[in-house]
Nanobody, 120 residues
């Protein structure tokens, strides 16, 4: 059993900042890629940013230069620093982790989602 617990969402004004955290726990042997996705009302879930265990990052074009993704492998935690937020960043943000369990099975796990609202 693996759990992902997200924190850090909330309401912020345009131009403001938020930092999301996601910690994985449970029957974890290792974690490959970790990342964040988001889903706005009426839209499909989309990739925001992802990071490999070696630190290689990939960002959606819409957040490049504004969002920074990092991870602490020792803590099984990934962080998303979001700066210069725009109203169009409003969405539910979901953490995803590709976990290799202690049973040697790789499976994608999702967090429960955290709401980010950018509004004046």
């Amino acid at each position: 059993q693996v759990q992902l617990v997200e924190s850090g969402g909330g309401l912020v004004q345009p131009g403001g900042s938020l930092r999301l955290s996601c910690k994985a726990s449970g029957s974890i042997f290792s974690i490959n890629t970790m990342g964040w996705y988001r889903q706005a009302p009426g839209k499909q879930r989309e990739l925001v940013a992802a990071i490999t265990s070696g630190g290689y990052t990939n960002y959606a074009d819409s957040v490049k230069g504004r969002f920074t993704l990092s991870r602490d492998n020792a803590k099984n935690t990934v962080y998303l620093q979001m700066d210069s937020l725009k109203p169009e960043d409003t969405a539910v943000y979901y953490c995803k982790a590709d976990v290799v369990t202690t049973s040697s099975v790789q499976f994608p796990y999702w967090g429960q989602g955290t709401q980010v609202t950018v509004s004046s």
